[in-house]
């Protein structure tokens, strides 16, 4: 079992459509980082949280420690959203970052 | 600032040859690190340095990889010599202290193709 699992692994949306990618972990973290790579390839970082919710823009991140769960909502999606969404998670024992294996989103106009 | 600066940002090379990488971090970042992401494995990574000190290299795959990191604004990884499997994009990334509260920032990446 990998120790980070997203879901879905592909989400194909119309523009407009609120997303929400899930992230669940089974280790112990001290931090959880969103990431967004675009077709071209860069990595771009959304979030870093330990708690609670952050928002930028359209886009919110949420975690549950106890539930060891986090989500990226995107609201008002648009085409230009359509990316692979990567949550990564920094082991608290060894500070090591585990990668999810991504959320492919399409966004279709 | 400019951000983390990657070069080549395309290399192909053929079998055998060396290639080394370059990254500049983001100044004033204390932590540097060397991810590789292929589609079979994903990101994986390699190796990362704490005030130019390689902290952890477990993530190397053998020993034809080597990292090094001469100064706080300037690091190498070599690959020497290179074979078609190590073909792969290789990230770059920085940050300021490790703990629970910063982020890493990546660099654009370096494609690399090994015929």
């Known amino acids: 079992k990998n120790e980070v699992e997203q879901s879905p692994q592909n989400l194909t949306a119309q523009e407009g459509e609120f997303i929400t990618i899930n992230c669940s972990y089974s280790?112990?973290?001290?931090?959880l980082h969103w990431l967004q790579q675009h077709p071209g390839g860069g990595i771009v970082s959304l979030f870093m949280?330990?708690?609670?919710?952050k928002k930028h823009g359209r886009l919110i991140a949420t975690i549950n420690i106890q539930e060891k769960h986090s989500s990226l909502h995107i609201t008002a999606s648009h085409p230009r959203d359509s990316a692979v969404y990567i949550c990564?998670?920094?082991?608290?024992?060894?500070?090591?970052?585990?990668w999810g294996a991504g959320t492919k989103l399409i966004i279709k106009p | 600032d400019a951000g983390v600066i990657q070069s080549p940002r395309h290399e192909v090379t053929e079998m055998g040859q060396e290639v080394t990488l370059r990254c500049k971090p983001i100044?004033?970042?204390?932590?540097l690190f060397w991810y590789r992401q292929t589609m079979m494995r994903g990101l994986e990574l390699l190796i990362y340095?704490?005030?130019?000190?390689?902290?952890?290299d477990s993530g190397m795959p053998e020993d034809r990889f080597s990292a090094k990191m001469p100064n706080a604004s300037f690091s190498t990884l070599k690959i020497q010599p290179s074979e078609p499997r190590d073909s792969a994009v290789y990230f770059c990334?920085?940050?300021?202290?490790?703990?629970?509260?910063?982020?890493?920032?990546f660099g654009p990446g370096t494609r690399l193709t090994v015929l």
């Open positions: 280790v112990g973290i001290s931090a």
């Open positions: 100044s004033g970042h204390d932590y």
């Open positions: 990564a998670v920094l082991m608290d024992s060894n500070y090591q970052l585990i």
């Open positions: 340095f704490n005030n130019n000190v390689p902290i952890d």
């Open positions: 990334a920085s940050s300021f202290r490790l703990a629970g509260g910063t982020e890493q920032f």
């Open positions: 949280l330990s708690s609670g919710k």
